[in-house]
């Protein structure tokens, strides 16, 4: 294990650049932190590039073996002090564990959506938080994957990695432009759902077809008028109160939560 | 309309102050900002303390409208350059207008819960983005007011504001630590109905009581075992991935919403 005493060392400077979206672009890589997050990604056999520790705050057990694991995978480990690695942890009162890790990517091409499954089609959505808090949901219901239209936020992301509580690493990512995503969406036949506070149609008394897309527009703008052409149906959320709108992963949820209902339900 | 020149005039470094939890409990003072959420204010007849505006940022019509409405009302309006505006800005592009209000809060003994009410109650919630997230969704769904039990984050923390699009102005708030909330409940007999990964109630298949208080724990622990002992119910939300929890905001949403949907179903 090599010890790093120098805060401008290599290994953490690349951490810090891997906040900007275009460092992980060009390199493929990116960074997540914490026991859970870390340990999903062991499960789900992420290529980890290099794990940096501060075995001052690594003290569990359980983070001991994880550390132990990764170590017997011949997985690089450095060596860092507490403060280091605070001066780059995304959360207060880190866990001591971090790492570089490779970005997966499925194509588009390889996606062919089966009885059950459901994908979240996002588009030009802006809060990586958001993206992630939609990941960590999809996941619980039992969903494959996002598929991210032009200037969706990345989920790589540190914000997205951390909200997504380690789902960045089960759920399947594909990248597409919407022209691409069309051809696809026609030749596969996959009926795609958009979601639309303008709707009529009501989300609870839609009868979900099995698999599905659903289509999520931003949080600004909603669905815009290309992608509804594009939906086979457009459904909404009922709000009562005083607000016109919800929160764009809290939308996502209460939706793909009602497909779940009436999956289950229906059996 | 006076002219504020420099950043340090007291009016906006109590702004500033604000984000602080200790100077708006000691002052009840709290800071939003906002064409939509300062609109609301005056909807829900909010008290403000004085209005900051940026004429260069506020150029719509609504802007000038809702700007036009409140100094009718005598609100005190102080002007800045757009660079001061920005420097306290919580959004980036901010709209040019913001506001020092008086907080409301409603005390306990004066809730009342009726038929058709539901009131969510939380307990150590840290996120005031959650907090925030949770006042829309359940302004969104009829909902009544929040209770926060003793060491929740503050629904007037700028980020709680800003997540609640307003509905701090609409939702009845209410603080009271819990054993207050315990004589509290007794004596009201409304059902009080927890969430928990653990428990074996699934909340699709459970029966909403009406009205009813939704009980919540914190992102971190979930609730505690002296919150089971007063619950009547214990419910679960199913996850079938690999996650074993959700967000806390997530996961209050889709309750809310399995219970809406029940009520309508009735009908």
């Known amino acids: ?10 290994k953490i400077k690349l951490i810090r650049k891997l906040r900007e979206r275009k460092e992980r672009e060009t390199s493929g890589l990116f960074y997540a932190e914490g026991l859970r997050i870390l340990a999903e990604a062991v499960q789900q056999k992420a290529s980890f590039e290099y794990l ?73 959505v802006a809060d990586p938080g958001n993206l992630g808090t939609i990941l960590r949901t999809h996941d619980a219901v039992g969903g494959k994957g996002v598929l991210l239209l032009d200037h ?25 432009s919407f022209s691409a995503f069309t051809g696809w969406k026609k030749a596969s036949q996959v009926p795609l759902v958009g979601a639309s506070g303008a709707a009529s149609q009501d989300y609870h008394l839609f009868r979900f077809p099995d698999p599905y897309l659903l289509l999520m527009g931003s949080e600004r703008e909603g669905l815009k008028e290309h992608h509804r052409q594009l939906c086979d149906n457009i459904i909404s959320i009922p709000m009562v109160g005083r607000s016109d709108s919800l929160n764009l992963a809290i939308a996502t949820a209460v939706i793909l939560y009602e497909c779940y209902n009436q999956r289950r339900d229906r059996k």
């Open 52 to 124: 940096v520790v501060a075995p001052e705050l690594l003290t569990s057990p359980f983070g001991q073996e994880l550390l132990g694991n990764l170590r017997l995978a011949g997985t690089p480990v450095y060596e860092v002090s507490p403060d280091t690695f605070k001066s780059f942890a995304v959360k207060e009162g880190p866990q001591g564990i971090a790492a570089v890790l490779h970005q997966r990517w499925l194509s588009l091409e390889s996606v062919h959506p089966q009885p059950g499954d459901s994908w979240v089609v996002l588009d030009e």
């Open 152 to 176: 969706t936020t990345d989920p790589y992301d540190p914000t997205s990695v951390r909200a997504s509580m380690g789902s960045v690493f089960s759920q399947h990512l594909v990248k597409a």
């Open 1 to 10: 294990m090599a010890a790093i005493t120098s805060p401008s060392n290599p």
